[in-house]
């Protein structure tokens, strides 16, 4: 079970779809990279990590689905390893 997410953009603390994220984080993040540009190259995508609760972890990644327009096709919701071996879901 894949319990984290990588954000990248207007995920991030402070940018406008943080409020949607916030209330699902466990603790602070950290910083991090993925070795992609779009998750299947070989730059490197820097951003935040995030533990997200167990207990409501269905709920977070239905409503980032939407924010982030999963289900019209603009971002697609995949499964990652960052750099440092957390596996995490990650909007392309």
């Given at each position: 079970?894949?319990?984290?997410?990588?954000?990248?953009?207007?995920?991030?603390?402070?940018?406008?779809?943080?409020?949607?994220?916030?209330?699902?984080?466990?603790?602070?993040?950290?910083?991090?990279?993925?070795?992609?540009?779009?998750?299947?190259?070989?730059?490197?995508?820097?951003?935040?990590?995030?533990?997200?609760?167990?207990?409501?972890?269905?709920?977070?990644?239905?409503?980032?689905?939407?924010?982030e327009g999963a289900m019209e096709d603009l971002f697609e919701r995949?499964?990652?390893?960052?750099?440092?071996?957390?596996?995490a879901w990650a909007y392309e």
């Open positions: 079970m894949i319990t984290h997410l990588f954000v990248y953009g207007t995920l991030r603390p402070g940018q406008r779809r943080w409020p949607f994220l916030e209330p699902f984080v466990v603790d602070e993040g950290h910083d991090d990279c993925y070795p992609a540009a779009r998750f299947d190259g070989c730059n490197k995508i820097y951003g935040r990590i995030y533990s997200l609760r167990i207990d409501r972890l269905a709920e977070a990644l239905e409503l980032l689905d939407e924010v995949v499964a990652i390893t960052i750099m440092n071996g957390v596996d």
